[in-house]
């Protein structure tokens, strides 16, 4: 058959307009198969590291299989170098040399490892008719009717009076008890569903269901506690007060899985920011010799502001980054002023269950690629880095370059909410830095999703970064 003529609008249509396709329109077949193995691993890694400690031993583990080597202060940095730096056990920090000196800057992906959660208080057990329950204080975002009736494992360290750490992991290995948080039955809920969805769970009942069992004695009070703390006690060789220093966190009992009849998603746990963290880890694991040095920062708190001293407004990542540059006798303030980073986080995909909160035009689709955002914030950008039409010119040309799938997206609609990340922290240290990630439906929620296309395409994308710059 012969092909018909275009016709004028034809032409000017495919000349002119922003088409935006679907992602599995334009993947390669050599880019199915590397996701397909990409996200295999990616799932491993989720299921490896449920809390930011974790993350943080994974990370090691997998850095110091390539080669990568603690930096301590004094040490030369010479091209081809490999570095970790492990700040208290939350946040780590990684760089690869590059050819060109830190004077001509670096090329930062930074992410972070902590997710929502529930965490303990330091005085969390205690017993009421008969059954012991954990006291928790949510950490970060989080929309509380959500973590009700669903299983729990519990992470974290408790450190005992005598200085020694014990690092807990229940609810990982198959046989292990799970923990959970009871809701109210619908026959005696009229009361509770009446109530806005953020005032029907309040944080004071979100108390973690942890035994039944009375210790066997004839009398005594609060035996059902007193029981748990003889099996805590025997089995870690604590005493109650050693939870006031410790860091225990409650977290979904969920494994990562294939999510679809097409097993086109992948539904987990923490995947905020987690799928960026990774993506921003492996892609520097594999760069070899850049012409830029290449850094991965991941850190810790951003779900609170990114506060305290494993957050990104700590001053270990400018400490890092001074004792790399002092090594080639470079000023931090110059590295810095030449330096790029992509801070990687997790942006909302457009949900057409909700679609009021979504601008259209302008949100994250799954399958559409890594999501930039030139700004994030709330109520008129508040809170946001905005980064200039250069940076995003840049990083635009650099992905289109490498062949990385990616769009540009907004948070939601511009009166229905916002959000920030660490963009803004790595601006105020005078880097230029953009906002780009995977577009997650769910978001905060124990059980996110994320689209295989999206995973790999920011893992690309980051290594386009990490390597062009
Ligand atoms: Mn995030
Ligand atoms: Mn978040």
Redesign the pocket.
Known sequence: MEEKEKTPAQLRQEALLDDRKNGYDRLTPEDEAAMQSYCEDYKKFLDAAKTEREAVDEVVRLAQAKGFVPFTRGMSANPGDKFYRVNRGKAIMLAVIGDKPLADGVSIGAAHID??RLDLKPEPLYEDSEMAFLKTHYY??IRKYQWVTIPLELHGVIVKKDGSTVKVAIGTCPGDPLFTVDDLLPHLGAEQSKKPLGEAIPGESLNILVGSRPFKDDDGSDRVKLAILDILNQKYGLVEADFISAELEAVPAFRASDIGFDRSLIGAYGQ??RVCAYASLAALLETERPAHTAVCMLADK??IGSEGVSGMKSAAFDTFMSDLCDAQRVALKVCYEHSFCLSS??TAAYDPNFASVYDKYNAARVNYGMGFCKYTGARGKSGASDASAEVVGFVRRTLDDAGVIWQMSELGAVDAGG?GTVAVYMAERDIDTLDAGVPVLS??SPFETTGKLDCYMTYKGMKAVYQAH
């Open positions: 997710s929502p970060g975002g905020d920011d951003e779900e986080d997790v959000g978001m905060h």
